[in-house]
């Protein structure tokens, strides 16, 4: 359940900057209205938050994050963007997802 419950944390926490960072982009670069701003500004302070909820100390979970960040932007750009992943990017995430496994949930003694 720990480890459940660790991986939604990272998802949380990414979908809080991409879409916080996302709004600011629609705000700053599309001319859309300062709520954007405003709305993405306060899911960015939760991406702040968020993170700070996992078991381990704040180096290794930041280092695990910037992998989860690489899957969750790829599927963002993907669902919300419309551009299609190819093969390389699919590899990368992988490569990704596997560094953040041993480094969060690697037995240690």
Do not use: K
Request: glycine share 14%; net charge neutral; aromatic share 18%.
């Amino acid at each position: 359940m720990a480890l459940l419950q660790s991986l939604l944390y990272f998802v949380i926490a990414g979908f809080c900057e991409i879409g916080g960072g996302y709004l600011v982009w629609l705000w700053l670069r599309e001319g859309r209205g300062f709520p954007f701003a405003i709305l993405g500004w306060l899911l960015l302070i939760l991406y702040g938050v968020i993170p700070t909820l996992q078991p381990t100390h704040f180096s290794r979970t930041y280092a695990a994050y910037g992998g989860v960040f690489i899957v969750l932007s790829l599927l963002w750009g993907w669902r919300i963007d419309g551009v299609r992943p190819d093969v390389y990017d699919w590899l990368g995430c992988l490569l990704a997802t596997s560094g953040v496994l041993v480094m969060m949930y690697a037995p240690r003694g």
